[in-house]
């Protein structure tokens, strides 16, 4: 069953500029992950960030997670033109490290 | 770095086959998965394993069978293929401890005729 849902669908934006995701959830989780898909490759991973924790950074990556709201926001800032891809946000409601469950991801576009 | 391999990236095969579907990993992962992606469904879990010789059920096994002799390799296998499993099929493995992140192969697409 899908938990996670990304917001928007889809996100068209220029060079340079900031893109922001959403993801919404709703059950309890044991952490939120947030992956990357270029059109006809596997997905990679990005970030993971635990239940107890309110904020993180990689790189130009800054993922925030609100447990009370049960949304997660995944933050690229100075995109660029490799940056178009996918992105999907993933939860371990059973925290058993056994399955994630996948939302339907965001399609970023960035146009140079 | 982890590498998971799938056998093949593209596929066609023909209504009734049997189609086995291979994934290798070379990290001593415990956990293998199996998911198909579809546009508007997003990534939709099969079966996974925890263990050599183990499976469980995800979200949509039916049509569907694993194997698990080795740890490192995880197979799916569709017993009478048939139109509605043309898909894009995506393998992953992980550690069997909380908050770690799987990791996916490059994916095979297959195209039942």
């Known amino acids: 069953s899908q938990q996670g849902e990304e917001d928007p669908q889809a996100l068209s934006i220029q060079e340079g500029e900031n893109a922001t995701m959403n993801c919404s959830y709703k059950?309890?989780?044991?952490?939120l992950q947030w992956y990357r898909q270029n059109s006809g490759r596997g997905l990679v991973h990005l970030i993971l960030i635990r239940s107890n924790e309110r904020e993180k950074h990689s790189g130009r990556l800054r993922v925030t997670l609100d447990t009370s709201k049960k949304s997660s926001s995944l933050l690229i800032t100075a995109s660029r033109a490799a940056d178009t891809a996918s992105y999907f946000c993933a939860t371990d409601p059973s925290g058993s490290a056994r399955q994630l469950t996948f939302g339907s991801g965001t399609q970023l576009t960035v146009l140079p | 770095d982890v590498k998971v391999t799938q056998s093949s990236r593209y596929l066609v095969k023909r209504t009734g086959e049997k189609v086995f579907l291979e994934c290798v990993q070379d990290?001593?992962?415990?956990?293998m998965f199996w998911y198909r992606q579809d546009p508007g469904l997003g990534l939709r879990l099969i079966y996974f394993?925890?263990?050599?010789?183990?499976?469980e059920k995800g979200d949509i096994p039916e049509g569907y069978s694993v194997s698990r002799e080795k740890k490192e390799r995880f197979s799916l296998i569709l017993e009478s293929a048939s139109t509605n499993q043309t898909s894009m099929y995506l393998c992953?493995?992980?550690?069997?401890?909380?908050?770690?992140?799987?990791?996916f192969g490059d994916g095979t697409r297959l195209s039942i005729l």
């Open positions: 059950t309890s989780i044991n952490n």
């Open positions: 394993s925890y263990d050599v010789k183990m499976k």
């Open positions: 992953a493995s992980s550690f069997s401890v909380r908050n770690q992140p799987q990791h």
């Open positions: 990290m001593d992962h415990e956990n």
